[in-house]
Structure formats: C-alpha cells, structure tokens
T-cell receptor, first 107, second 117 residues
Framework: KNEVEQSPQNLTAQEGEFITINCSYS?????LHWLQQHPGGGIVSLFM?????KKHGRLIATINIQEKHSSLHITASHPRDSAVYIC?????????WGAGTKLIIKP | ETGVTQSPTHLIKTRGQQVTLRCSSQ?????VSWYQQALGQGPQFIFQ???????GRGNFPPRFSGLQFPNYSSELNVNALELDDSALYLC????????????????FGAGTRLSVL
C-alpha cells in the first residue's frame, strides 16, 4: 500500500463544476503539499499546509490531521485548470508523493 | 516561470553511459532537491543539497550522485545508466532549510527528460 493515496486517479468535468481531489496518507507528517503539474513536466507548488485550511483564488486546500486526510477544491473550474494535481507529504525529512490526479475540464 | 532552469531539456543515452544534468536555482535559494519521475508515476526524492553539502537522500543507489556549487546551482550525475533510469528528472529550489526536504515551498524547474536505450 502506498503511503500517500490520491483519489480519483482521473477526473473529467465540465467548465464551471466544483472539483474535489482527495489525499490520504498513512505516515506521520510535518506538512502536506499540493502541487500542479502541467503537460511537459512543469510543477508548481500550490499550497503547503500543516493544519486547517488555505485559500488562494479559486483553490482551497484543507487538511484533517487526525484523519490523515486532505482535500483540494477548485471552484468554478476552467479548462486552464486541466493538469495533474499531486499531493505530497513531508515525513522524516523526505517528501513522499502521491501518484497524482489527472484533471480535465471540458469547455 | 519559477526562476529554476534545468538543462538539457531532453537527453538520449545508452545503457552503461554516464550523464550529468544541471540545475540553476532561483536567486536567493540555497537548497536544491532532485526528483525522478517515471512515466505515469509521482516524483521520487533522490537527494537534497544545502550549502554545497548533501542533506537527505532517498532510496537511490550510489551511482546517483550530486554536487552543489557556491552559487547554489547543482548537478545530478548518474553513472552506469540502466534502462529503468529513463524518466523525467526534476530539480527544485527553496529559500532555506527548515528541518529537511519538503518543509519549505519548493520551486520546480521544467525538468530534463532522459531516455536510456
């Protein structure tokens, strides 16, 4: 079993829909990261959080430390949000990555 | 644009050869991390350099080695290439070390895609 699990693996939605991507982890962590990877490899850090909730524009990330679970939400989704979204956790001085969720937003 | 540049963007090598990948970190960043991302998988942590010293290493054999220079740019060297080394290699820089990799926001380069034939 992977230490960081994401769901769903693939998600296709219509423009404007509310998107939720989930991340569960089984190890003790000091921080959790959400990152966005566009085709061709470029990775952008979206959030780093260790408790509660963070919001940036249409993106919201939440974490529940007790349940070892985090969610990334996208409101009013747009085709330019199409990318792979990766959850990664900082644990024992290593960054452990989930396999990513491939999101496609259709116009 | 993250300010982190990697070179080359693509590279083809044959099994048994050696390769050097380069990364220029964002200005003011003294920590560089390297990741290997195989096709369809999430990135795997290779190692991190802080102020020219290796600081943290993932489950990669010794034939994966690195360097960080006084200007904080970095190299990843892979000896005796194997077919399974074919992957996207990502470099990320961050502004300071706070207890290890991943505890600061990291800024990623676009990666070097290595194909080993």
């Amino acid at each position: 079993k992977n230490e960081v699990e994401q769901s769903p693996q693939n998600l296709t939605a219509q423009e404007g829909e509310f998107i939720t991507i989930n991340c569960s982890y089984s190890v003790g962590i000091s921080a959790l990261h959400w990152l966005q990877q566009h085709p061709g490899g470029g990775i952008v850090s979206l959030f780093m959080l260790s408790s509660g909730k963070k919001k940036h524009g249409r993106l919201i990330a939440t974490i529940n430390i007790q349940e070892k679970h985090s969610s990334l939400h996208i409101t009013a989704s747009h085709p330019r949000d199409s990318a792979v979204y990766i959850c990664a956790v900082s644990s024992n001085y290593q960054l452990i990555w989930g396999a990513g969720t491939k999101l496609i937003i259709k116009p | 644009e993250t300010g982190v540049t990697q070179s080359p963007t693509h590279l083809i090598k044959t099994r048994g050869q050696q390769v050097t990948l380069r990364c220029s970190s964002q200005s003011g960043h003294n920590t560089v991390s390297w990741y290997q991302q195989a096709l369809g998988q999430g990135p795997q942590f290779i190692f991190q350099y802080y102020r020219e010293e290796e600081n943290g290493r993932g489950n990669f054999p010794p034939r994966f080695s690195g360097l960080q220079f006084p200007n904080y740019s970095s190299e990843l060297n892979v000896n005796a290439l194997e077919l399974d080394d074919s992957a996207l290699y990502l470099c990320a820089s961050s502004p300071s070390l706070a207890g290890g990799p991943g505890l600061n926001i990291q800024y990623f380069g676009a990666g070097t895609r290595l194909s080993v034939l």
